[in-house]
């Protein structure tokens, strides 16, 4: 996840002596905007590049500018201790920081048909979905449902419990991250069921976004990430 620094200067009256004012300088960490692994018109026909440009430009532009603005404004009631705007502010850091942590998952998830898109997974997480969920087909089926009957906007995932070492399909609402759901839950692929994601070429019909985004699935990504959470399977 791109990070920067922003060096915050922040005057405070010295209580220790009489000769004016100590300058502290403390680090706040802020968010950028990664770069997409591939063109915005590379996974066309699945997602068209009109979709792809305004979903990462303005939408996961936007979360990370309000996650910012919203740290920025924590740090400022945490330094004047002010715990009523401490707790105001949860639900933006929520909002936006789980935007900007699952859009980041959702670009990796991706890739053209070109690069490995849609090859379905081989080796340790191939064989866990196998006996997880009967087959891959039926891994897909139960994931398109849920995502299809998700109520407004969210995500449907598919996660590792890194406790029992199961994987799961899983939804969660708005811009929740999965590890809400359970703080031992790692996701291993995350698909956008926002209108954002899909209505400017689908329409209404999510279910159609659904069955064509298995076509530029990155299952080799999902593996590295299952093997690197699951090393022993
Ligand atoms: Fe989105």
Partial sequence: MALRTL?????????????????????LQTFSLPDLPYDYGALEPAISAEIMQLHHQKHHQTYITNYNKALEQLDDAIAKGDASSVVKLQSAIKFNGGGHVNHSIFWKNLAPISEGGG?????????????????????????????AALQGSGW????????SKKL???????QDP????????VPILG?????H???LQYKNVRPDYLKNIWKIMNWKHASEVYEKECPSH
Wanted: glycine share 8%; net charge negative; hydrophobic share 40%.
């Fill in 7 to 27: 060096m915050t200067r922040k005057t405070l009256a010295s209580a220790s002596s009489n000769q004016g004012l100590l300058h502290q300088c403390r680090s």
């Fill in 119 to 147: 090859e379905p997974p081989k080796a340790s997480l191939g064989w866990a979905i196998d006996s997880n969920f009967g087959s891959l087909e039926a891994l897909i089926q139960k994931m398109n449902a849920e995502g």
């Fill in 156 to 163: 449907v995932w598919l996660g590792l419990d890194t406790q």
């Fill in 168 to 174: 799961l399909v899983e939804t969660t609402p708005n």
């Fill in 178 to 185: 999965l590890v809400t759901k359970g703080p031992s839950l």
């Fill in 191 to 195: 698909i956008d069921v926002w209108e």
């Fill in 197 to 199: 994601a899909y209505y």
